[in-house]
């Protein structure tokens, strides 16, 4: 699977973003979709996850009612909706990956497909 992330850009605190995450190669459907994002000098942390058929979602806690991760299978995309953005949101967010789709993850060593990443950065 290739992945390409596109939205992100430079918000300040309080707005919203909208990320896109486009598929191509494989069935996009077979597969869980998660994002993750890594700040300079950090580790990568997980974001959100949802299974194949968009049915099941998981957050990080510090996203959980700000964040909405979605997915339109007939248009191979997987999204994520930001809103209340906070500067600790700003960092480079990666979409991933992971078979079997059905199965929701938070590792990101359980994810075989990456995406380049795209920035965020929220002002304040």
């Known amino acids: 699977v290739q992945l390409v992330e596109s939205g992100g850009g430079l918000v300040q605190a309080g707005g919203s973003l909208r990320l896109s995450c486009a598929a191509s190669?494989?069935?996009?459907?077979?597969?869980?979709m998660g994002w993750f994002r890594q700040a300079p000098g950090k580790e990568r942390e997980f974001v959100a996850v949802?299974?194949?058929?968009?049915?099941?979602?998981r957050y990080v806690d510090s996203v959980k009612g700000r964040f909405t991760i979605s997915r339109d299978n007939a248009k191979n995309t997987l999204y994520l909706h930001m809103n209340s953005l906070k500067p600790e949101d700003s960092a480079v967010y990666s979409c991933?990956?992971?078979?079997?789709?059905?199965?929701?993850?938070?590792?990101?060593?359980?994810?075989?497909?990456w995406g380049q990443g795209t920035q965020v950065t929220v002002s304040s």
């Open positions: 190669g494989r069935t996009f459907s077979d597969y869980a």
């Open positions: 949802i299974d194949w058929s968009g049915g099941n979602r």
């Open positions: 991933a990956a992971s078979w079997p789709g059905h199965v929701l993850t938070d590792t990101s060593s359980e994810y075989h497909y």
